[in-house]
Protein backbone atom coordinates (compact mmCIF):
# COMPACT_ATOMS: atom_id res chain seq x y z
CA UNK A 1 0.00 0.00 0.00
CA UNK A 2 1.38 3.39 -0.48
CA UNK A 3 0.93 6.57 1.36
CA UNK A 4 1.75 9.84 -0.21
CA UNK A 5 3.90 12.26 1.42
CA UNK A 6 4.76 15.80 1.07
CA UNK A 7 7.79 17.19 1.60
CA UNK A 8 8.90 21.52 1.85
CA UNK A 9 11.93 22.29 0.04
CA UNK A 10 13.65 25.97 0.14
CA UNK A 11 16.51 27.27 -1.99
CA UNK A 12 17.97 30.36 0.21
CA UNK A 13 18.58 33.35 -1.62
CA UNK A 14 21.09 32.92 -4.73
CA UNK A 15 24.23 34.84 -5.18
CA UNK A 16 23.24 36.04 -8.33
CA UNK A 17 20.80 35.93 -11.09
CA UNK A 18 20.76 32.64 -12.94
CA UNK A 19 23.08 30.81 -10.44
CA UNK A 20 21.86 26.92 -9.62
CA UNK A 21 21.37 26.81 -5.70
CA UNK A 22 20.85 23.04 -4.13
CA UNK A 23 17.12 23.23 -2.61
CA UNK A 24 17.10 22.25 0.86
CA UNK A 25 14.55 19.79 2.49
CA UNK A 26 12.85 21.67 5.70
CA UNK A 27 12.48 18.22 7.67
CA UNK A 28 15.88 17.02 7.54
CA UNK A 29 17.79 19.91 6.34
CA UNK A 30 19.73 18.01 3.98
CA UNK A 31 19.95 18.68 0.25
CA UNK A 32 19.65 15.05 -1.20
CA UNK A 33 17.16 12.28 -0.68
CA UNK A 34 18.15 8.72 -0.52
CA UNK A 35 15.10 6.63 -2.16
CA UNK A 36 15.77 2.92 -1.36
CA UNK A 37 12.14 2.25 -3.25
CA UNK A 38 10.83 3.27 -6.12
CA UNK A 39 8.66 6.48 -6.26
CA UNK A 40 6.74 8.64 -8.04
CA UNK A 41 6.60 12.53 -8.22
CA UNK A 42 3.20 12.94 -8.14
CA UNK A 43 2.22 17.50 -7.91
CA UNK A 44 4.61 20.25 -7.37
CA UNK A 45 3.48 23.55 -5.98
CA UNK A 46 5.11 26.99 -4.96
CA UNK A 47 4.75 27.76 -0.85
CA UNK A 48 4.25 30.74 -1.22
CA UNK A 49 4.40 32.21 -4.52
CA UNK A 50 7.98 33.85 -4.93
CA UNK A 51 7.58 37.99 -4.50
CA UNK A 52 6.75 40.31 -6.70
CA UNK A 53 7.90 39.20 -10.71
CA UNK A 54 10.65 36.93 -9.22
CA UNK A 55 10.54 33.40 -10.99
CA UNK A 56 12.33 30.47 -10.52
CA UNK A 57 13.73 27.17 -12.70
CA UNK A 58 13.72 24.02 -10.50
CA UNK A 59 15.39 21.18 -11.82
CA UNK A 60 15.15 17.55 -10.84
CA UNK A 61 18.93 15.71 -10.12
CA UNK A 62 18.87 11.85 -10.00
CA UNK A 63 22.38 10.65 -8.89
CA UNK A 64 23.36 13.96 -8.92
CA UNK A 65 22.65 14.29 -12.80
CA UNK A 66 20.11 16.57 -14.42
CA UNK A 67 17.52 14.37 -15.10
CA UNK A 68 15.91 16.63 -17.72
CA UNK A 69 12.69 17.29 -15.64
CA UNK A 70 12.57 21.06 -15.31
CA UNK A 71 9.14 22.99 -13.72
CA UNK A 72 9.33 26.93 -13.44
CA UNK A 73 7.55 28.59 -10.97
CA UNK A 74 5.10 30.61 -12.97
CA UNK A 75 3.44 27.31 -13.68
CA UNK A 76 3.13 26.33 -10.12
CA UNK A 77 1.28 29.03 -8.72
CA UNK A 78 -1.48 27.46 -6.60
CA UNK A 79 -3.57 30.82 -7.00
CA UNK A 80 -3.32 29.96 -10.89
CA UNK A 81 -6.23 28.13 -12.43
CA UNK A 82 -4.12 27.53 -15.74
CA UNK A 83 -1.39 25.73 -12.92
CA UNK A 84 0.28 22.67 -14.61
CA UNK A 85 0.67 19.46 -12.86
CA UNK A 86 3.94 18.15 -12.59
CA UNK A 87 3.43 14.13 -12.40
CA UNK A 88 3.58 11.45 -12.14
CA UNK A 89 7.09 11.39 -12.90
CA UNK A 90 8.63 7.77 -11.90
CA UNK A 91 12.00 7.42 -10.36
CA UNK A 92 12.57 3.82 -10.44
CA UNK A 93 14.82 2.23 -7.86
CA UNK A 94 16.36 -1.47 -8.90
CA UNK A 95 17.09 -4.21 -6.65
CA UNK A 96 21.00 -3.93 -7.74
CA UNK A 97 21.05 -0.15 -7.96
CA UNK A 98 21.48 0.26 -4.01
CA UNK A 99 19.01 3.45 -4.70
CA UNK A 100 18.89 6.64 -5.79
CA UNK A 101 19.57 9.80 -4.66
CA UNK A 102 17.36 12.52 -5.73
CA UNK A 103 17.94 16.61 -5.23
CA UNK A 104 16.60 19.61 -6.63
CA UNK A 105 18.76 23.06 -7.16
CA UNK A 106 16.83 26.47 -8.02
CA UNK A 107 17.65 29.40 -9.86
CA UNK A 108 16.31 32.97 -10.20
CA UNK A 109 15.84 33.68 -13.44
CA UNK A 110 13.93 37.08 -12.88
CA UNK A 111 14.11 39.54 -10.09
CA UNK A 112 11.08 41.59 -8.85
CA UNK A 113 12.22 43.62 -5.49
CA UNK A 114 15.82 41.61 -6.26
CA UNK A 115 17.30 38.21 -5.28
CA UNK A 116 15.00 36.21 -3.05
CA UNK A 117 14.42 32.81 -1.18
CA UNK A 118 12.06 30.01 -3.08
CA UNK A 119 10.27 27.53 -1.24
CA UNK A 120 8.33 24.83 -2.71
CA UNK A 121 5.95 21.55 -1.78
CA UNK A 122 6.58 17.85 -3.83
CA UNK A 123 4.03 15.51 -3.56
CA UNK A 124 5.68 11.88 -3.69
CA UNK A 125 3.41 8.91 -4.17
CA UNK A 126 4.56 6.88 -1.62
CA UNK A 127 6.84 7.25 1.79
CA UNK A 128 10.69 7.03 1.78
Same mark, same amino acid.
Given at each position: ?????????????????????? =?? *?????? #?? @?????? $?? %???? !?? =?? *?????? #?? @?????? $?? %???? !???????????????????? %???? !????????????????????????????????????
Amino acid at each position: MSVPIVRRYTTTVPAALNIATP =SI *DDVTQL #TI @QQLNRS $NT %IEDW !VN =SP *DPPGAA #TY @QTDVLV $NG %IQSG !VTNFSVASSSLSAGRLIMGP %IPVA !VSGQAGGKQLSWQSQQTVTGAGLAAYSFNIKYGNLF
